[in-house]
């Protein structure tokens, strides 16, 4: 049966060769970075030729990226250190957030008693960012954290326009890139924001590893204590042939980029038309939504509701459940729930997420898959 994967958003396909990079680094190149000897120089080198090379691609220096074990755990530290360290006493933050942001949010007010507002949504998934600006004329130092591009609706942030609300406010700013890094061009020379996040995964890398981009002299301090790794920001024997697979990874999604993009907007063109016209009355949720990502409530009944991803796995077809409300055991997206009216959310939605290794023979077996429930 031929696999049919959808839910690139999840995470992605290792591109064949990240695989050989990484082979070549577990087989031959296996010393500590931090060890004086030959095998351990040698690591140590392609440690800062991947820091390099990853720093290069979103016009950062290398200093600024600082590895971790994922975006979590990148997301968690900046917004953490931003409150512990940098004595910040509000986060303005969205409920569309992922809960790696969402849920760090709320465990730092719970701790340190701080406030967090949440700027609003606006009917078509975008961040209110006229609402940002009123937020900000509380003067109190502040973290903003918003996101680039949303993992469910592909809607996506005015990165541009947010930092330089956040600079006029003087307040920090924290974007979880995660879905975007690697997908679009970011040039932090250009846009000024304190602190991004991305995990190697969601770009043809390996899972277990990601980035922060710290900007310079941002005070921020680590999360835990060890060894003087990355400048003693985040101790542990660096996993070697993680990060140089995300370099790797990442190198090839930013030379591929353009042609990568216009086939999977093609791709999505193509999927839009398809449902228009085999599910007439499906509604796209999310406007002006990222490339990949399309997010669809189906006009099924509820009897055929619980069975659309089971279904669809039994045919090969890996999608995401946009709205969890085909299932009794889960809880309804927390994205969605922003944005549907409480009828729509009865339905249910899907997250179809594309990449450059889908074809339309995928999105054909999907639109039958759909039809045959
Ligand atoms: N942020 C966003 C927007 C995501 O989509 C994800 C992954 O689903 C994460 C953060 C978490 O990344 P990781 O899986 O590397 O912890």
Redesign the pocket.
């Known amino acids: 049966m031929k696999k049919v994967y959808l839910d690139n ?3 992605t396909a290792l591109h064949p060769e990240v695989i050989l990079e990484m082979t070549k680094i577990l087989t031959e190149d296996y010393g500590n970075p931090s060890s004086t000897h030959s095998l351990g120089r040698n690591a140590k080198s392609i440690l800062e030729l991947s820091r390099k090379s990853i720093a290069k691609q979103i016009n950062a220096s290398a200093a600024e990226i600082i590895f971790t ?7 968690n530290w900046i917004m953490r250190s931003a409150v512990k360290d940098l004595k910040v006493t509000r986060i303005i933050t969205s409920k569309i ?5 969402l849920h760090t949010a709320l465990a730092l007010q719970n701790e340190y008693a701080i406030q967090v507002d949440f700027v609003k949504i606006k009917p078509n998934g975008e961040v209110d960012l006229t609402h940002l600006v009123e937020l900000l004329s509380e003067e109190r130092k502040t973290l903003v954290s918003l ?5 469910e609706t592909g809607t996506i942030l005015d990165l541009d326009r947010a930092t330089q609300i956040c600079m006029e406010n003087h307040a920090l700013f924290h974007s ?4 975007s890094i690697g997908k679009t061009k970011i040039d932090l020379q250009h846009t000024l924001i304190d602190f991004v ?6 770009f043809h890398g390996p ?4 980035f922060a981009f710290v900007r310079k002299n941002s005070g921020l301090q680590p999360l835990f204590f060890g060894g003087e790794q990355e400048k003693g920001q985040r101790p542990g024997t660096e996993a070697l042939h993680q990060i140089a697979g995300m370099a790797k990874a990442l190198e090839l999604s930013y030379t591929n980029l353009d042609k990568d993009r216009n086939y999977i907007s093609d791709l999505k063109r193509y999927l839009l038309q398809r449902l228009k016209a085999d599910f007439p009355n499906s509604k796209i949720n999310g406007e002006n939504t990222f490339y990949n990502i399309v997010n669809v409530t189906l006009p099924f009944t509820a009897d055929k509701t619980s069975m659309i991803v089971f279904s669809l796995d039994m045919k090969g077809i890996a999608v995401s459940r946009g709205s969890a409300c085909q299932s009794g055991s889960i809880r309804p997206s927390h994205v969605l729930a922003e944005i549907l009216s409480q009828e729509d959310l009865k339905k249910p939605s899907l997250r179809i997420s594309l990449s450059h290794f889908n074809t339309k023979e995928d999105i054909d077996l999907l639109i039958e898959g759909l039809k045959a429930i």
């Open positions: 958003a999840s995470t074990s994922c975006g979590t755990e990148a997301n957030e992922h809960h790696a942001v996101m680039h591009v949303n993992n979880d890139t995660v879905q996040v991305a995990s190697a995964h969601k899972k277990g590893v990601g």
